[in-house]
């Protein structure tokens, strides 16, 4: 199941020309607001009738202006996550999830309980949208479009209109949803956190065109490509394995160069999860340091070294097969002398990782 | 009430019933239909469609009623169509009495429905499409129960409305006693004939309280099913 768009759309004052390939997975289409993402899945789904595309998913042609083929968005069974929710008010949240099963062929898609469970719902059913809780109408609203037994899903900024506690509640439905379902799923995002966190392959959008396309771990760890993110919000992602909860509270995970430790995660040994380590949150040394606080000092060689226009500059590491980014001054990369090959120690604290930058890997 | 009245009194009060009943049933698929075009399809002519169902509201109802004689009479190019093919006669009918009171009510009962249906917000529309639900059950399943207290409204204004329903009437129909007579219409000729007060006072209460319970009634079940709608 893999979705393929090429699309151009001309606005006043703008516009979009954009080509990408959404494997199975999630892949998040990254951009500044107004570089045109919300443009592409109205489009996908339909909703607007774009000046030339060709939009292909599972196999089934969506559109193609070339053939003068426009499927109308009720027949395109796309199931579409709006950033508002969008629930219907004069249903009840029973109502609301099956409303797609009313046009759907009979007995088709996921059961109703199933994903009630997946999303933890259940309670919820007789309830109206209006009593339901920002994070409640976040969870149904994605419920209703999975029901509706898509082909793939669209989600346009399901969690920015919720506050951080409620996207640290949603996000591991989302894992779950991405994990278990197998359906592409199209991802509009602005934020560095939830691309790292969530994201499979990662499209950048700048100014109605795409400006990099690949598998999120490698753009992720790219110097070039870290300014698209901001160089605060710059980071790699990590797979890493629990090898066990020690009693300090802390939990020791099998590291690509040797074991590193992070406060506690609460899961099971053996569970894979996905660590997003900041580069700002990474030092280098030559030598392996001795007499710090720091717990996590793990063997790396220079990859590449990216001088920024400013004071800073980006380093590429590798740790083993993986690969990291730190971020420290120019006058430390010359200081210390960092060329490409160069065997160092990379240096993270345990308590740098924010507990919503580690995420389930299960799928990966 | 049958021993309050006069006979007279009593079938001038049930066609002006009749006939207000049937203009607004006759005239709430077009009131709505009309309401949805206005309120959410652009296209040519619009202002013009705007300021023909508006009509009515701002002309002299005689001229209404003189204009409905002229085109619906039996010799006017819709009447000779509807006499002809349907057997159908409007004029000095109580039949004609219902088309003049639904003109005359139209503006309101699409005003209503209209200021509804720009309240539901076209993205829950949008939403119901990705879900795979066609432009027309759209309409059945998302727009049309959030606008329904607006119909309700629409609907009891246009009711009131044709109840009182006399200038084109009158001009249209004429005032003939169990034919074409209305409530308004008996009232009028009652305060023409000397002693005819009392009579005319009794109408003038049963105006007043259909009139009021309508008014009531309209805003009890709009406020219930808003309640329902937005489920507090």
Redesign the interface.
Same mark, same amino acid.
């Given at each position: 199941m893999t979705l393929s768009v090429t699309l151009r759309h001309a606005f006043a004052g703008f516009a979009l020309d954009v080509a990408f390939d959404a494997p199975p997975g999630l892949t998040a289409l990254f951009g500044r607001s107004g570089s045109g993402k919300t443009t592409i899945v109205n489009a996908v /789904?339909?909703?607007l009738r774009p000046d030339h595309a060709r939009i292909v998913a599972d196999g089934v042609v969506l559109a193609d202006t070339g053939a003068r083929l426009h499927l109308?968005? @009720?027949?395109? %069974?796309?199931?579409?996550v +709006?950033q508002?929710g *969008?629930l +219907? #008010? @004069?249903l009840?949240v029973r109502q609301n999830l099956l409303?797609?099963r $009313? +046009? =759907?062929p009979p007995a088709t898609g996921p059961d109703l309980s199933h994903i009630t469970d997946l999303l933890g719902i259940g309670a919820l059913l007789e %309830?109206? #949208?209006? /009593?339901l809780s920002g994070g409640e109408k976040a969870r149904v609203a994605l419920g !209703? =479009?999975i029901l509706?037994n898509p082909r793939l899903l669209l989600m346009d900024e399901p969690l920015a209109s919720l506050d951080e506690a409620r996207k640290a509640e949603i996000l591991p439905y989302l894992e779950r949803l991405r994990d278990e379902t197998r359906l592409p799923i199209l991802y509009v995002s602005h934020s560095a956190a939830e691309v790292a966190r969530l994201a499979n392959t990662l499209v950048l959008i700048e100014a109605g065109r795409v400006i990099r396309a690949g598998p999120a771990a490698q753009l992720l760890s790219d110097p070039a490509t870290a300014s698209a993110f901001g160089l605060r919000d710059a980071g790699a992602v990590l797979t890493l394995r629990i090898e066990a909860q020690e009693g300090d509270g802390l939990t020791r995970l099998a590291g690509p160069t040797g074991p590193m430790w992070l406060p506690r995660v609460d899961a099971p040994p053996g569970t894979p999860l996905r660590v997003r380590i900041l580069a700002q949150d990474v030092m280098l040394a030559l030598t392996r340091p001795v007499g710090v606080s720091a717990l996590n000092i793990l063997p790396a060689t220079v990859r590449q070294v990216r001088i920024g226009d400013g004071p800073g500059a980006l380093v590429q590491l590798a740790l083993g097969d993986a690969l990291i980014l730190a971020r420290i001054t120019r006058r430390s990369a010359e200081t210390l002398n960092l060329t490409p090959g160069l065997a160092v120690h990379a240096v993270i604290k345990a308590v740098s990782v924010a507990p919503q930058d580690i995420g389930d890997a299960s799928g990966d | 009430m049958t021993d309050w009245l006069t006979p007279d009194e009593w079938r001038a009060f049930a066609l002006s019933l009749r006939v207000s009943l049937v203009a607004t049933a006759v005239s709430l698929p077009f009131g709505i239909f009309v309401a949805y075009a206005l309120a959410r399809w652009q296209f040519r002519g619009r202002q013009v469609l705007n300021g023909l169902v508006h009509l009515p509201l701002v002309l002299p109802p005689v001229v209404t009623g003189y204009l409905l004689l002229l085109t619906f009479g039996r010799n006017g190019w819709a009447g000779q169509f509807l006499e002809q093919w349907f057997g159908v006669v409007l004029a000095f009918r109580w039949t004609g009495a219902a088309l003049a009171a639904g003109v005359m009510a139209f503006p309101l009962m699409v005003s209503a429905i209209r200021l509804a249906m720009e309240a539901v917000?076209p993205?829950?529309e =949008? /939403? /119901? !499409?990705?879900?795979? =639900?066609? #432009?027309v $059950?759209v309409f059945v399943?998302?727009t049309l129960?959030?606008i329904l207290p607006g119909i309700i409204a629409g609907t009891v204004l246009a009711f009131a409305r044709a109840m009182g329903e006399f200038g084109a009437t009158i001009t249209f129909v004429s005032n003939i006693p169990g034919q074409t007579q209305t409530l308004p219409s008996a009232i009028h000729v009652f305060l023409q004939i000397p002693g005819g007060d009392a009579a005319a006072f009794r109408l003038v209460i049963v105006a007043i309280v259909v009139a009021c319970s309508a008014l009531v009634l309209s805003e009890w079940v709009s406020r219930a099913v808003a309640r *329902?709608?937005?489920?507090?």
């Amino acid at each position: 199941m893999t979705l393929s768009v090429t699309l151009r759309h001309a606005f006043a004052g703008f516009a979009l020309d954009v080509a990408f390939d959404a494997p199975p997975g999630l892949t998040a289409l990254f951009g500044r607001s107004g570089s045109g993402k919300t443009t592409i899945v109205n489009a996908v /789904a339909g909703l607007l009738r774009p000046d030339h595309a060709r939009i292909v998913a599972d196999g089934v042609v969506l559109a193609d202006t070339g053939a003068r083929l426009h499927l109308p968005p @009720h027949r395109r %069974r796309i199931g579409y996550v +709006f950033q508002e929710g *969008r629930l +219907f #008010p @004069h249903l009840t949240v029973r109502q609301n999830l099956l409303y797609g099963r $009313w +046009f =759907a062929p009979p007995a088709t898609g996921p059961d109703l309980s199933h994903i009630t469970d997946l999303l933890g719902i259940g309670a919820l059913l007789e %309830r109206r #949208p209006s /009593a339901l809780s920002g994070g409640e109408k976040a969870r149904v609203a994605l419920g !209703r =479009a999975i029901l509706s037994n898509p082909r793939l899903l669209l989600m346009d900024e399901p969690l920015a209109s919720l506050d951080e506690a409620r996207k640290a509640e949603i996000l591991p439905y989302l894992e779950r949803l991405r994990d278990e379902t197998r359906l592409p799923i199209l991802y509009v995002s602005h934020s560095a956190a939830e691309v790292a966190r969530l994201a499979n392959t990662l499209v950048l959008i700048e100014a109605g065109r795409v400006i990099r396309a690949g598998p999120a771990a490698q753009l992720l760890s790219d110097p070039a490509t870290a300014s698209a993110f901001g160089l605060r919000d710059a980071g790699a992602v990590l797979t890493l394995r629990i090898e066990a909860q020690e009693g300090d509270g802390l939990t020791r995970l099998a590291g690509p160069t040797g074991p590193m430790w992070l406060p506690r995660v609460d899961a099971p040994p053996g569970t894979p999860l996905r660590v997003r380590i900041l580069a700002q949150d990474v030092m280098l040394a030559l030598t392996r340091p001795v007499g710090v606080s720091a717990l996590n000092i793990l063997p790396a060689t220079v990859r590449q070294v990216r001088i920024g226009d400013g004071p800073g500059a980006l380093v590429q590491l590798a740790l083993g097969d993986a690969l990291i980014l730190a971020r420290i001054t120019r006058r430390s990369a010359e200081t210390l002398n960092l060329t490409p090959g160069l065997a160092v120690h990379a240096v993270i604290k345990a308590v740098s990782v924010a507990p919503q930058d580690i995420g389930d890997a299960s799928g990966d | 009430m049958t021993d309050w009245l006069t006979p007279d009194e009593w079938r001038a009060f049930a066609l002006s019933l009749r006939v207000s009943l049937v203009a607004t049933a006759v005239s709430l698929p077009f009131g709505i239909f009309v309401a949805y075009a206005l309120a959410r399809w652009q296209f040519r002519g619009r202002q013009v469609l705007n300021g023909l169902v508006h009509l009515p509201l701002v002309l002299p109802p005689v001229v209404t009623g003189y204009l409905l004689l002229l085109t619906f009479g039996r010799n006017g190019w819709a009447g000779q169509f509807l006499e002809q093919w349907f057997g159908v006669v409007l004029a000095f009918r109580w039949t004609g009495a219902a088309l003049a009171a639904g003109v005359m009510a139209f503006p309101l009962m699409v005003s209503a429905i209209r200021l509804a249906m720009e309240a539901v917000d076209p993205k829950l529309e =949008a /939403a /119901a !499409r990705s879900l795979g =639900a066609s #432009p027309v $059950w759209v309409f059945v399943t998302v727009t049309l129960p959030l606008i329904l207290p607006g119909i309700i409204a629409g609907t009891v204004l246009a009711f009131a409305r044709a109840m009182g329903e006399f200038g084109a009437t009158i001009t249209f129909v004429s005032n003939i006693p169990g034919q074409t007579q209305t409530l308004p219409s008996a009232i009028h000729v009652f305060l023409q004939i000397p002693g005819g007060d009392a009579a005319a006072f009794r109408l003038v209460i049963v105006a007043i309280v259909v009139a009021c319970s309508a008014l009531v009634l309209s805003e009890w079940v709009s406020r219930a099913v808003a309640r *329902r709608i937005r489920g507090t």
